[in-house]
């Protein structure tokens, strides 16, 4: 198994452009989450998902999007980005909510 | 908001002695979770304890949980230098969202 997988592992952006961080997991985790880590902050919640179709926001939701369609991907889509958006953004799978989580390796995104 | 406070922030050791770090928590929790993340990569899950239980071992790992003080330890003992990393506190409060604190730095000293 490849567990949590995130695409791309760096990435700038000057700003106003949008893209999308890609998240994939082959555990047929129901729950999937994603979080931003800043210096001396922990992780907070951006976006959560308890299976394929719903999803529901965390912590710091603005200016991010989320879509489940299937079990497996969780991408995270930033609308028009922002420097405050500079962070290191991890995907997260667990079996359910509240189970222990698997993170993927993270990607690093700097907005210009 | 965080749920979860991690204290110290940081704490440098020996090899060999234990390193203890503590979490406090607000509100009533489903369980407690404690993750390690070593530097540059994503976190790695330790050890989950439950609201009804109130110590748990793995390896060389302790994890007590005081639900009355809201507060739970880690114990690490006979530190290596493989333990040198970032230690996170995260709470599940019933409410489909995993809250975590803002770390214990560990160095661990040859």
């Known amino acids: 198994n490849a567990g949590v997988t995130q695409t791309p592992k760096f990435q700038v952006l000057k700003t106003g452009q949008s893209m999308t961080l890609q998240c994939a997991q082959d555990m047929n985790h129901e729950y999937m989450s994603w979080y931003r880590q800043d210096p001396g902050m922990g992780l907070r919640l951006i976006h959560y998902?308890?299976?394929?179709?719903?999803?529901d926001q965390g912590e710091v939701p603005n200016g991010y999007n989320v879509s489940r369609s299937t079990t497996e991907d969780f991408p995270l889509r930033l609308l028009s980005a922002a420097p405050s958006q500079t962070s290191v953004y991890f995907c997260?799978?667990?079996?359910?909510?509240?189970?222990?989580?698997?993170f993927g390796p993270g990607t690093r995104l700097t907005v210009l | 908001s965080q749920q979860g406070e991690e204290d110290p922030q940081a704490l440098s050791i020996q090899e060999g002695e234990n390193a203890t770090m503590n979490c406090s928590y607000k509100?009533?929790?489903?369980?407690l979770q404690w993750y390690r993340q070593n530097s540059g990569r994503g976190l790695v899950h330790l050890i989950l304890i439950r609201s009804n239980e109130r110590e748990k071992h793995s390896g060389r790992l302790r994890v007590t949980l005081d639900t009355s003080k809201k507060s739970s330890s880690l114990l690490i003992t006979a530190s290596r230098a493989a333990d040198t990393a970032s230690y996170f506190c995260a709470t599940d409060a019933h409410d489909y969202k995993l809250s975590f604190g803002a770390g214990t730095t560990v160095t661990v000293r040859a």
């Open positions: 997260a799978s667990s079996y359910s909510e509240g189970d222990e989580q698997f």
């Open positions: 998902s308890v299976g394929a179709g719903i999803t």
């Open positions: 509100t009533s929790i489903n369980n």
